[in-house]
């Protein structure tokens, strides 16, 4: 029997769309003159009623210019700014689908994502136009659908800028008190096309309708939400959000963003990952929690640069999309006294899959937490019958915030679901008898040794555990004399410590002194500088396989 969540069951309206969730009522529980999207650079703050108009002036705007259609796509390249959320919105109300790319994309990544899409405009920065030209040409975009955000216009006067496209709506009302966002239906209309990490492959286009998002901001906000209000504000200016996950990713657009509008969170917006930016940041704003990857709790607990600013305001750090040890989690703690708590989601199920309830974050540690109201799981062995409780498989799961399918790629589509419409999630998982699910690998990346899995996640959190280890990734490499896989480490050393002879032994017999046997590091340690991430903050360990195929080459 599939597990059901043990949170009770929630009401998601199915007749609703999420602009109007999040920006159609003005009957709020903060004041609607509330600042919620801050530049954490300038201060310059939008208030949830200048986001509301605006979102609709941009919308309107997008109609009268280009005649938008329902399910006209907007693909975004563009680091994170407060600028981008009225866009975001705007292109929901006026019926179209929004997909953003990561600003680090190059001229054939982002034509890729334009073409794919089929996108029939593309908002970016001014420092990004040189590459976002080069592929709107390639996926014949013309440049007059290119649309600049920020202070800056475009010399050339080839594309626009966004105030151009709003302005263009000031012949319309102005007075849009009863305005209705122009979606059809909720359950089919896709609100997001958002891609994938592309951690284990090219990144697949994954179309989200407006009732996913709808359904995973309120499941979001039930268990999470209701943490952050009853814990109360930083000096009584109520809860703010540090927004430093990249909103083109799933889990920085729904809990930084779009969960940031619908609770009326100040969400502090940095452009993308600084350290001392954010700590800055956190000192000025008072902030209260953020939601962050495991390479910035990483920061937060060994980063010397932390001592050197007021973090008091800090209540929570929530970290997600990829694994977190106990160990980080304990030093983070030991240091700041602030709770890191966990959660597990994907960009197929609109971020939120499981999260752990802050009070519980200590006696549950290395968890992700229990699974969203409205979700069924199963864990599964490779028969695809469900295992035992306690045992491993792979995780499987149902719910409103699960996707349709892979954009335009119904055999992809079909792999991913079982027979009974469960979406497969490729992620081994096991889960205790309270309820508590804990996330072992991906299931691709299990290394098998001599026939036993070895997740190369655990051995990376046992080597960060170290004291000289700042960083490691872990991988499987042909044992081709025993005919096995064996797991080879990419470790980077912590400042001042030296890759002297002996280090790599060193640490080799101490991870063979913290795991089971066929868990040893039998194929060594290599010292590198830095560990390859994913801006969501995933480490890439394909890549690392394919130096190690080519080391072994040569
Ligand atoms: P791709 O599917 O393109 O290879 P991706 O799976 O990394 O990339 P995302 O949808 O961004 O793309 O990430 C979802 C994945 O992130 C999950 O399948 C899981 O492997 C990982 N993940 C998310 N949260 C956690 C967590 N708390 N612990 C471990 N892994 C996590
Ligand atoms: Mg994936």
Known sequence: MPYPSTFPPLEIPSG????TLLLGHTHRDFPVTKEILTCGETGRSYSWADLRSASIEFGKGLKALWEW?????????????????????????????????????????????????????????PRNLPTAIAAAQKANLPLDRIILVGPRRDP?????????????SYTASRHHHHVQARIADPQTDLAFLVYSSGTTGLPKGVGLTHHN?????????????????????????????????????????????????????????????????????????????????????????????????????????????????????????????????QGFGLSETSAVVCCQVVDEWGKFMGSVGKLMPNMEAKIVSEDGKEVVEGESGELWLKGPNVFPGYFKNPERTKEAFSSDGFFKTGDVFRR???????????LKELIKYNGYPVPPAELEGV???????????VIGIEDQANATEVPLAYVVLREGVDASDGKAQELTE????????????????RFVDQVPKSPSGKVLRRVMREQAKKEQRA
């Not at 609703?16 to 602009?19: G, P, R, Y």
């Not at 205790?432 to 991906?442: L, S």
């Open 156 to 168: 050339s006067g080839r594309t626009r800028h966004f105030s151009s496209v709003r302005s263009t």
């Open 213 to 341: 998002m709808v359904a995973n901001v309120l499941q979001a906000s039930y268990v999470e939400g209701s943490q952050w209000r009853s814990r109360g504000g930083a000096d009584g200016q109520g809860d703010s959000q540090l927004g430093v996950l990249p909103f083109f990713h799933i889990y920085g657009l729904t809990c930084g963003v779009l969960m940031s509008v619908y609770e009326g969170w100040r969400l502090v917006v940095l452009e993308r990952f600084d350290l001392h930016k954010a700590l800055a940041a956190i000192e000025r704003y008072r902030i209260t929690f953020a939601y962050v990857p495991p390479p910035i709790v990483l920061a937060f607990g060994k980063h010397p640069a932390v001592d050197g600013y007021d973090l008091s305001s800090l209540k929570v750090l929530h970290s997600g999309a990829a694994p977190l040890t106990r160990e980080l989690t304990e030093a983070v703690w030991n240091r700041l006294h602030v709770p890191v708590k």
């Open 432 to 442: 205790d008898k309270h309820g508590n699910f804990y996330c072992v690998d991906r």
């Open 16 to 19: 609703i769309d999420l602009w």
């Open 510 to 525: 101490w991870v063979a002194s913290q795991v089971a046997p066929h868990k040893k590091l039998r194929g060594g340690i």
């Open 463 to 473: 080597l960060i555990g170290h004291k000289e280890v700042a960083d490691a990734c």
């Open 69 to 125: 259609k329902k399910g006209d796509v907007l693909a975004f390249y563009t680091p994170n700014s407060i600028d981008t959320p009225i866009l975001t919105l705007g292109a929901l109300w006026a019926g179209g689908i929004v997909s953003p790319a990561n600003p680090l994309y190059t001229v054939d990544e982002l034509a890729f994502q334009l073409s794919d899409s089929g996108a029939r405009g593309l908002v970016t920065q």
